[in-house]
């Protein structure tokens, strides 16, 4: 990797943040190039953003687009781009694993932003937890799993060219054998509306307490990870957290929930989050918009009145 | 199957404190299990019921008997690594451990959040494809197959070895080990190695500029008694014109 190394490249194997990132990529300077492994409509959506141009790669039918990481790297050292910037989905951080240790970059993950600085670039990264944010100066080449926000109003950009990158590497043994519904509810993954419950809950037959407030409300209840996989009392697809529902609602309700990163990863797009809770140090308490600290018994039937008034 | 599980690789974020001031401080300085340890550690097991060997892998000042009191019977330790900003520099000490335990055909890792890095990147080092966010492995035909959620659909995939595979924990470690299975772990073999030893260099690229706090408004705390705590709450909230 030489110092002279330029230019920016965006690893898509899906369209959120995808915007986003091109427009991050854009403020370093240099050129934009999308990375687009996934069906065509995904090279579209790419061109549209506003790149310099689109690399383009389908994989065949039972290919998972992991099978594709030596190609894609492979590709990333003839090109020498300065920057990568993919998602932390799955898919899309194996693409810039492989494509980052080829060109000896450094992976810094939960990138929210990113400025060229001299030579190197400077990125803003969460740090503890999400509890604070790091700046961290990259004199070498970089790789950032990126996780700002997305941009919902980019503007429509001229379309860029798509070019098919095939250079005849073969993918890797790897392929997808069965596909199932996972059984997650579209209740919950779509409510305008959630109440959620955590290990505050002292019994499974005070979920009544949880639905009263969920039918005033006119939300769907949901759960942190123990109280459905260890107590089993809320059904498993409404479990919101990192392996459960990430979800995306107006409203979400924790009550007696601590507020785990697990957890709080399946609520990070949730527009306003309320926490109640009875430890004033719970984590909860660092990223909800609001807040009572006080036992759930007494708070959810209050605020059942005060909704009601 | 010959499979390494590594452990133990970073901090536990619960152990940083962020002060007022936007400083973070690290209370126990020590490497801790990540929470999604366990989960990997559960896969290497389900990988190697049938035959075949588990190693542990752990590098840093944490304890390696973690695993050793969990039913893998071996681990290697690289002592002297730390923590890193890095998530490829983290990889490539724990690729050069696997490198060091010989022919392996899969490695299992936890899926960290705060470190989502490491094992695509470890596989990137040891030139082998990864596939993360999975959460169950078994071994079927010579070959690796595993589940993972992907939006509404559970997928299956099956994987040629050699792989590495990142596990995310579904729930909360539920088995803790006794103190028969912990005095027992103390008398399994641990192989104590360095990055010297290891011939792995990872200079630290990165130059740590400070922290701070978000810049999002703290958590609106509505204090008193449950009824006026929660009048204010339902105000606040038509306001946001979330009700």
């Known amino acids: 990797m030489s ?12 369209e959120k943040r995808l915007a986003a990132m091109v427009r991050a990529a854009r403020a370093l300077g240099g050129t934009v190039t999308v990375v687009a492994v996934g069906p065509r409509a995904l090279a579209d959506a790419a061109s549209a953003a506003g790149p310099d141009g689109v690399l383009w790669l389908e994989p065949a039918g039972a290919e ?33 694993g492989a494509a980052a240790v080829r060109l000896g970059a450094a992976v810094v993950p939960g990138v929210l932003s990113l400025r060229t600085e001299g030579e190197g670039v400077v ?7 999400g509890a604070a944010i790091a700046t961290l100066a990259c004199p070498g080449p970089l790789a950032a799993l990126f996780a700002g926000d997305d941009d919902v109003t980019a503007a429509a950009a001229p379309s860029a060219p798509v070019r098919v990158l095939d250079d005849g590497t073969a993918p890797a043994d790897l392929r997808v054998v069965g596909r199932a519904a996972s059984g997650r509810s579209a209740g919950v993954r779509d409510a305008e509306r959630v109440v959620s419950v955590g290990r505050g809950l002292k ?22 990870m123990p109280v459905a996989e260890d107590l089993g009392w809320v059904a498993k697809e409404r479990y919101v957290g990192r392996s459960g529902q990430h979800i995306s609602p ?47 018994y007494d708070v959810v039937p209050a605020l059942v009145a005060a909704l009601s008034s | ?105 899969v490695v299992l890792v936890g899926d960290s959040e705060e470190h989502p890095g490491v094992p695509v990147a470890l ?55 006794g103190m028969k299975e912990l005095l027992a772990a103390r008398k399994r073999p641990v192989t104590r190695t360095t990055l010297a030893e290891l011939g792995v260099d ?26 006026e705590a929660t009048r204010q709450l339902v105000a606040a909230l038509r306001n946001e014109g979330v009700l």
């Not at chain 2, 959460?135 to 792989?163: M, N, Q």
């Not at chain 2, 990872?202 to 009824?227: H, I, Q, S």
């Open chain 1, 3 to 14: 110092a002279t190394a330029t230019g920016a490249w965006v690893i898509a194997t899906e």
């Open chain 1, 64 to 96: 998972p687009v992991e099978a594709h990481a030596a190609h894609v790297a492979a590709a990333a050292a003839d090109a020498a781009p300065r920057t990568l910037l993919a998602t932390v989905e799955p898919g899309a951080r194996a693409l810039l």
């Open chain 1, 123 to 129: 990125v803003e990264c969460s740090a503890a937890g």
């Open chain 1, 203 to 224: 019994a499974k037959a005070d979920l009544a307490l949880v639905e009263s407030l969920a039918s005033t409300l006119g939300a769907e209840v949901a759960c942190s």
């Open chain 1, 250 to 296: 107006r409203l979400y309700v924790a009550l007696g929930i601590s507020g785990t990163p697990q957890h709080m990863e399946g609520v990070r797009e949730a527009k306003v989050v309320v926490a109640v809770n009875n430890d004033p140090a719970a984590a909860i308490f660092r990223t909800a918009d609001y807040g009572i600290v006080g036992d759930l």
């Open chain 2, 1 to 105: 199957m010959r499979a390494v599980v590594a452990y133990t690789w970073a901090r536990d974020v619960a152990d940083a404190a962020v002060r007022q001031d936007g400083t973070v401080e690290w209370r126990k300085d020590k490497m801790s299990p990540g929470e999604d340890d366990h989960a990997a550690l559960a896969a290497g097991l389900a990988l190697t019921t049938d035959g075949g060997t588990l190693v542990g892998l752990t590098c840093g000042n944490g304890d390696a008997s973690w695993a050793l009191a969990r039913g893998v019977e071996q681990a290697v330790h690289v002592t002297d690594a730390t923590p890193h900003d890095d998530d490829a520099a983290t990889a490539a000490v724990l690729a050069a451990g696997v490198r060091s335990i010989g022919a392996v055909d």
């Open chain 2, 123 to 177: 596989a990137a080092h040891l030139g082998w494809p990864a596939v993360v966010g999975v959460t169950t492995a078994a071994a079927r035909d010579g070959r690796v197959e595993v589940v993972r959620t992907v939006g509404d659909l559970e997928e299956t995939l099956s994987l040629a070895p050699p792989v590495v595979v990142a596990v995310a924990a579904r729930s909360a470690e539920t088995r803790v080990p």
């Open chain 2, 202 to 227: 990872v200079p630290d690229t990165l130059v740590a500029r400070g922290t701070r706090l978000p810049a999002t408004a703290p958590t609106r705390v509505f204090d008193g008694e449950p009824g």
